[in-house]
């Protein structure tokens, strides 16, 4: 089994080694945001270009994307006509 976070496979272990029983309310807390451990996701998404942390790299990015759904989205609606 592949777990995609640190806190939901210590907490599997702990299951599995009886230190937290089936029949216990068991709350897991997921604090982090992914970005020190994004080497699980290798493989798993097809690799895109890495923009560096700047606001306005940031929001060009989100623009870019925007323009490319809108243009998408006008290819579907001369399809479906």
Same mark, same amino acid.
């Given at each position: 089994? $592949?777990?995609? =976070? !640190?806190?939901?496979?210590?907490?599997?272990? $702990?299951? @599995?080694?009886?230190?937290? *029983?089936?029949?216990?309310?068991? !709350? =897991?807390?997921?604090?982090?945001?992914? $970005?020190?451990?994004?080497?699980?996701?290798?493989?798993?998404?097809? *690799? =895109?270009?890495?923009?560096?942390?700047? $606001?306005?790299?940031? #929001?060009?990015? !989100?623009? #870019?994307?925007?323009? @490319?759904? *809108? *243009?998408?989205?006008?290819?579907?609606? =001369?399809? !479906?006509?």
């Amino acid at each position: 089994m $592949l777990f995609r =976070s !640190v806190t939901t496979a210590v907490t599997a272990r $702990l299951y @599995a080694h009886g230190r937290i *029983q089936r029949d216990e309310l068991t !709350v =897991s807390c997921i604090t982090g945001n992914g $970005l020190k451990t994004t080497d699980c996701l290798n493989g798993a998404y097809e *690799q =895109s270009e890495a923009i560096r942390p700047r $606001l306005a790299d940031f #929001e060009t990015y !989100v623009e #870019e994307q925007a323009a @490319a759904r *809108q *243009q998408l989205s006008l290819a579907w609606e =001369s399809y !479906v006509r």
